[in-house]
């Protein structure tokens, strides 16, 4: 094993990471730009440096500042997280030449299934389901039209260096192609400056489901089971679960093994997860492998009882898999809510800011993985996520008991969060049977209004009037209060009112 592990991220990731390093027994050594200062990373961490200024550009991306304090650290390993370098080959390689251990792919491996198109390939190689289109880039316009018409409308243009939805248009019919032609290989040369897109069959109402896999230096590759991952906004994932409601022993194996033949084929080692969509009769389709951990990789671990982080150290430290295929046993049912410091009723704008108080949801199945602590203020410079709220139960129906019990546990009072956006959607009909597809948190937030949802505000209000009444009771038994027994009901009523305004929020304009 290591002795000595840089981590390379910032925030809860670089928590969860300095975590599994202490139960290791493996030093922790954190960087921090200067608005991380006094992050919670900083903190957990057993050493830290200082990498330079707050724009990611300047500190968390350059590649010399990390391996600089890696050396000058003695550290044996660099674990990069998610986001950040986490796939870029170029870190990975730079390791290779510093004589200190990637925990992730080989450079390699990372450009052959990274690359959307390379991974296309791939996958049509293997055998593995791909939906039906080009491999390869189109050159025109016209060229777009002859294989539309062949594969059929709709179909779905996605540019060869995209990702997060950029420079992706679908076409329903032939006399759209022209303006989605344009839109999309502008989009996508403004958003990668590279114009090409390739053509795909669209698919109507997909589900996204992906496949966690493991693989270790010894040629050993096992598949963790699914999560998903359709309770999307704006391509950013808002509610993961493990398992799939949709999903069945013969697909889990079916989508296990190609994922498992897909990365097998690439040559992949350590952590990774095959995204497919999957249409109503649970035909699946491969749609591009990531090369990193992610962000909701607590589900799995949840449903698994596995530690994909330690596991991660110890694949990359040489052991070999401690585990086959046919001891993996899936158990009970867990979901993850991404929170973040942003207003759900004002088009779900960054709040970032001072956070004066903390409520840490615990008890029975939950598990809180965030970055922050009560006077300690977000930064402006990165993503806005707080952490991540995980819930396992024995079944579905449990998990979701717990998760409305524990997001009702939740404050992060001085700023906005998206916690009652969860609230919504757990009391949807359609999430609640797990009746959702890509684009369901989009049609669910334009088509339902926003309603008062009966939440802890209320409950807490009943409380305080018990409390009021309990007092005033006590009052008459003992003819009068003393000063801090004022006090203490002063407090809780002011902080009651303070709850009041933090959650019944007037829509901004
Ligand atoms: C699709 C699709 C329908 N048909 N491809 C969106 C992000 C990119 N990684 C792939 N995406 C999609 N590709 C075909 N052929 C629908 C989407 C899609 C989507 C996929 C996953 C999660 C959320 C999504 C939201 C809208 C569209």
Redesign the pocket.
Known sequence: MFQKVLIANRGEIAVRIARACRELGVRAVAVFSDADRASLHVRRADEAYPIGPAPSRESYLVIEKILGVARYAGCDAIHPGYGFLAENPALARACVDAGITFIGPSAAAMEQLGSKTAARQIARDVGTPT?P?TLNPIKTVDEAVEIARDIGFPV?L?AVA?GG?KG?R?VASQSELDSAWRDATSEAQNAFGDARVYL????QR?R?IEIQVLADHHGHFVYLGERE??V?RR?QKVIEEAPSPIMTPELRKAMGEAAVKLARAGNYTNAGTVEF?VDAQRNFYF??MNTRLQVEHPVTEMVTSLDLVKLQLRIAAGEPLPFGQQDIELRGHALECRIYAEDPDNNFFPSPGKITDCGVPAGPGIRLDEGIYAGWTVPNEYDPMLGKLIAWGADREEALARMGRALAEYRASGIKTNVSLFRRILASSDFQTGAIY??WLDDFLSAAPVTEIRNVEEESQAEQAAAIAAFLWHLSQTGGANASQTRTIAESRWRTEGRREQVNREPQP
Request: overall charge positive; charged content about 20%.
């Open positions: 939906v289109g779905i996605k995209g939805g992706m679908s795909e069959k669209y698919l997909p996204h991952c359709s999307q391509h969509l749609l591009e890509t684009r």
